[in-house]
């Protein structure tokens, strides 16, 4: 499809609350923000979807062409993405599906949509199948009010310690799978090596965007208020870098998990848990009381009564 197509039915999608016509009218379709793997972009892709329960079911199927669509590398490369369905707007971590968990999903879908099944037929690759999880806080009970900085902060830590626990218990459940296994072939399914290699890397991109606002703009504003903490700063920067080196080595270690050693890889796990758990407990000790009454988001500045007239001198010229 056309990208000036795929812009019309954006634009139409969000102008009707998330219903379009012509060959889209009738049916399960959603908006789909990814960013670009080599570009860093956003790009938004209407995407037709199937209810599995709770989960929203995604085929790349690419009308059964021989190589996969390009959102899928991007999620791949990023898997948060921001999702659109009608009215609702979440975001969401995008799990590709593997080994027979693939294939039951697949099959439902086949059973709600046939036009899947053909897509399949005309292509030697297998259509991959991912599953949208919503990028919430471990135990999240709804929207909670956040009305100041350190509000906002506490909610992306809640976030973190939530996925670092998913992360830990898909590890353990992954090499209790794999020492259960006997005999040739593949662990028992589903494989989570894709699994937590998206949901590592979803968690190891959270909490770089995290650490690197904070060395370049929160800490360094609270500094010019607070020089007496400036020891504090600098042990909180240098925990971030420790923090960094210990995920990067995670990272290395998901290129092979499925014959990764296990108490290699749990060992560098509980070791950056460890860290981490104890960097977030330091800072919300030492910084959030700082922050209780820095309203969150920040006040938009006032526009001078002069600068608004001579706007709307300029605007009607």
């Known amino acids: 499809m056309s990208t000036s197509f795929h812009q019309s039915v954006i ?16 049916g399960n379709l959603l908006l789909l923000t990814t960013t670009g793997a080599k570009s860093g972009t956003a ?29 899928y590398h991007n999620l791949l490369a990023h898997p948060v993405v921001q999702v659109e ?29 046939p036009g899947y099944g053909d897509h399949q037929a005309r292509t030697t690759r297998l259509l991959p199948v991912v599953v949208l999880e919503r990028a919430e806080p471990d135990g999240w009970e709804g929207p909670r009010e956040v009305g100041t ?30 020492a259960a296994h006997q005999g040739p072939g593949e ?42 903490l400036v020891e504090t700063f600098d042990r909180l920067g240098e925990e971030h870098r420790t923090v960094a080196r210990i ?9 092979d998990i499925d014959i990764a050693d296990p108490q290699r890889f749990r060992t560098d796990l509980e070791a ?30 006032v526009q001078p009564r002069e600068d608004r007239r001579e706007d709307r001198r300029e605007g009607s010229a």
């Open 11 to 26: 634009e139409e999608f969000r102008a009707n609350g998330g219903k379009v016509g012509g060959p889209f009218e009738g």
């Open 43 to 71: 790009r938004t892709t209407p995407l037709g979807y199937v209810r599995h329960g709770e989960a929203l079911l995604l085929v790349g199927s690419h009308l059964g062409a021989p190589r996969h669509p390009g959102w």
């Open 85 to 113: 369905v009608g009215t609702e707007t979440f975001p969401a971590l995008a799990v590709p599906a593997e080994g027979a968990r693939r294939e039951e999903l697949f099959a439902h879908i086949v059973q709600v949509a």
């Open 149 to 178: 900085l350190a509000d906002k902060i506490m909610e992306v830590h809640t976030w973190l310690r939530g996925q670092l626990r998913q992360v830990t218990a898909e590890v353990d459940a992954h090499f209790a799978a794999r």
């Open 187 to 228: 662990p028992p399914a589903p494989s989570l090596g894709l699994q937590i290699r998206q949901r590592c890397l979803a968690f190891c991109q959270a909490l770089e965007f995290h650490h690197t606002s904070e060395d370049a703009h929160v800490f360094p504003g609270m500094a010019r208020y607070h020089p007496h």
């Open 247 to 255: 995920q990067s080595a995670l990272v290395a270690l998901l290129a």
């Open 272 to 301: 950056m848990s460890a860290e981490l758990n104890a960097h977030l407990d330091y800072e919300e000790a030492s910084i959030l009381p700082l922050l209780a009454e820095v309203p969150w988001p920040p006040a938009r500045p």
